[in-house]
């Protein structure tokens, strides 16, 4: 049976939810977790149609839908939205990660309940809207609307200095939006100033139809790159998260981990790379060192930290790091490479801010020092710990491995050194990551309330197996990732090729909108 429209299902359900909790009377507190939670259930069995039924070879978008929304002055911005290899996990992912972290607040969350249901809720459709818009001003909407419930989950549920973790996330992230919008206007003009369709102003630029000179092209590209690279976050503009992760509350570090730093790299993919690949082949290799600085940076400092948050917020930013090498690498490996790390970035770092939750529940505390010995009294916590570290260091059999080998083979073709560099992410990874585990479960306990904790309940076993069986999955057959994301990743590949001149050069446009020669591709 053929569902039609069914991202707007998936898109605007979260939030139809959300309008009714309204509804509920304010003392039905388990009526609304219950309600909140069935939706996003249903909201990722939604989810799993366009992963099924999807075509894999074909690179184009699927599930389309359009319908006009604004039109004045001859401006038409269209209600668009569809998926294609690239944004059909992410959506799958968004949805897969947003009733865990419901059903991990159960208990934790007990001030202004139906506030906080509400904002994860419209969080959710801000997130896959972000991932199916096809026309710029929507994907604006979208992207501005995000900001909104997360700032308020920080803001209101967070940890002691939860304002100015909050304040500092919505301004870092609107700096890089309000250049964006901007970018957005101008390309729109330079095309005509009649659509604001992502597909169009793809294709004229590829046909020739619209021209952007090389400066037009550089600014603008760089332009989303902040947004985007903000997002991300890719260093030195990741000062914003390591204070957003600790204050926020699980659910909030869950997605803001599993989720909205894919909206950065997504962004690269989906925009800078196909709609400015000749700016994007000379920035290159410059992205590509701060992805290196990023993995190796952020591997050291997550050594040090004290605080079991922050040392998973460092984490990331080397993590991302290694993403953004990926991509700027334009093989199909370390392409592919980048899109799979995403998802499992997503999956095992969420699981860890899960993992910290938990224990976090139990002893009101998240530094390391005040543990030890953890394992002796929460044995099952224990091992669901070790997969998720494991995953998240890249061992062979689980999801992290899949992702990490396929950015290093895709590397090293395009520079061996850059590859060597990288590498290390994975080694420092293990080092921090393997110590951390021994010194928070392993060893004399550092208090007798270690040993007294308890182990996880059915509700959490519950939250962890579905992300341990997706690790295992992904880690043993990533066929069905890879293969339905390849011929999307192929055509961004072939758009940043066809801008490459004779001899691995690349080609431009000159101030006066003539096709030139400039440079060379590395």
């Known amino acids: 049976m053929q569902v039609t429209n069914i991202l707007s299902w998936i898109t605007y359900l979260p939030a139809a939810a959300a309008a009714i909790l309204l509804l509920f009377p304010r003392e039905s507190l388990r009526a609304m977790k219950w309600f909140a939670f069935t939706s996003s ?5 939604l989810a799993l149609y366009p992963v099924y039924h999807m075509d894999p070879g074909m690179p184009g978008m699927q599930f389309e839908e359009s319908a006009p929304w604004i039109r004045a002055g001859g401006y038409a911005v269209s209600h668009h939205l569809g998926v294609d290899g690239i944004s059909l996990f992410l959506v799958a992912l968004t949805a897969f990660l947003t009733p865990l972290a419901l059903l991990a607040s159960w208990n934790s969350i007990s001030k202004a309940l139906r506030p906080f249901l509400i904002c994860m809720l419209l969080l959710e459709t801000g997130m896959v809207g972000v991932f199916c818009a096809l026309d710029l001003v929507l994907f604006y909407v979208f992207w501005e609307v995000m900001l909104i419930p997360m700032y308020f989950l920080i803001g209101i549920w967070g940890g002691e200095r939860r304002v100015y973790a909050a304040v500092k996330f919505i301004l870092y992230t609107m700096v890089g939006s309000l250049l964006m919008l901007v970018a957005i206007i101008y390309l729109c003009l330079a095309n005509g100033g009649t659509t604001f369709d992502l597909q169009t102003i793809h294709q004229n630029l590829a046909s020739g139809a619209l021209q952007l000179t090389h400066r037009e092209e550089m600014w603008l590209f760089l332009a989303f790159l902040l947004a985007f690279a903000i997002k991300v976050p890719m260093f030195p503009l990741h000062t914003w998260l390591p204070d957003a992760h600790v204050e926020a509350p699980t659910a909030g570090s869950v997605i803001l981990a599993g989720v909205l730093l894919k909206m950065g790299t997504y962004g690269i993919l989906r925009f800078c790379l196909p709609l400015f690949p000749t700016a994007s082949l000379t920035a290159a290799p410059y992205l590509i060192v701060l992805g290196l600085i990023g993995i190796v940076y952020g591997a050291l400092v997550a050594m040090v930290q004290p605080d079991l948050k922050k040392l998973v917020a460092y984490s990331s930013v080397s993590h991302m790091g290694l993403i953004i090498v990926g991509i700027f690498a334009f093989t199909i490996q370390g392409l592919q490479g980048a899109t799979m790390q995403m998802l499992n970035h997503g999956l095992s770092t969420g699981a860890l801010f899960l993992l910290v939750g938990m224990i976090y529940d139990r002893r ?16 099952a916590l224990a091992a669901f710990f070790m997969i998720v ?3 998240s260091i890249g061992l062979p059999g689980l999801n992290g491995f899949v992702g990490e080998v396929l950015i290093l083979a895709g590397t090293f073709l395009r520079n061996r050194a850059y590859a060597a560099i990288a590498a290390t992410g994975m080694i420092l990874g293990a080092v921090y990551m393997l110590w951390m585990y021994q010194r928070v479960f392993l060893g004399a306990a550092a208090a007798p309330a270690n040993r007294e904790m308890g182990d996880i309940s059915r509700r959490e076993k519950c939250v962890l197996i579905p992300v341990v069986v997706m690790m295992v999955w992904m880690g043993v057959y990533p066929a069905p ?7 999307s990743l192929h055509a961004v590949q072939q758009r940043v090729h066809d801008a490459r001149g004779p001899e691995g050069g690349y080609h431009v446009r000159n101030v006066v909108g003539q096709p030139g020669t400039q440079g060379a591709g590395r």
């Open 41 to 45: 259930v249903i909201v990722f069995l």
């Open 364 to 379: 009101h505390t998240r530094m390391i020092a005040d543990f030890g010995g953890l394992a002796h009294g929460s044995p």
């Open 389 to 391: 570290t494991l995953s």
């Open 481 to 487: 990732f890879l293969r339905r994301m390849e011929a």
